[in-house]
């Protein structure tokens, strides 16, 4: 997720990520994992990390989906989603022209570049990855 204060232009923006834990049983797994806290400069960009390990062989329907949650706000969007090995940025929002795809599946990366940050940016990133069956 991304977190911090309101940045004036060339002040910090703040994101903060989650790392959830999935699975469909105890013996098979993904593990995520983001950076806790991620700053960037008003009009800069910055790259949200989402790496993850699976207990299987990751499959040619792996979906990773980014979810947004503003600051002060209890809803959360869904800004970007990875699947049938196609990117898929979602046309709702201030990011749909600002974002940047830079992750590899089989490289066990899922990560987003996000770019001419603004402070409107503030808030929680969830990088949610699924492995199916």
């Not at 390990?53 to 990751?58: A, G, L, P, R, T």
Request: contains cysteine; negative net charge.
């Amino acid at each position: 997720p991304l977190m911090g204060a309101i940045p004036v232009p060339g002040s910090p923006v703040g994101l903060t990520g989650l790392c959830p834990l999935a699975g469909p049983s105890p013996t098979s797994s993904i593990h995520v994992y983001t950076q806790r806290e991620v700053y960037g400069t008003v009009g800069s960009h910055v790259t949200l990390s989402c790496s993850f390990w699976s207990s299987e062989w990751i499959s040619e329907d792996i979906s990773i989906t980014w979810h947004f949650q503003a600051e002060g706000s209890r809803d959360s969007i869904s800004i970007f989603h990875y699947a049938k090995g196609q990117p898929y940025i979602d046309d709702v929002g201030t990011f749909k022209e600002r974002m940047e795809w830079v992750g590899n599946p089989h490289r066990k990366d899922g990560s987003i570049v996000i770019h001419n940050l603004d402070y409107t940016d503030n808030g929680t990133f969830t990088c949610d990855v699924k492995n199916p069956p």
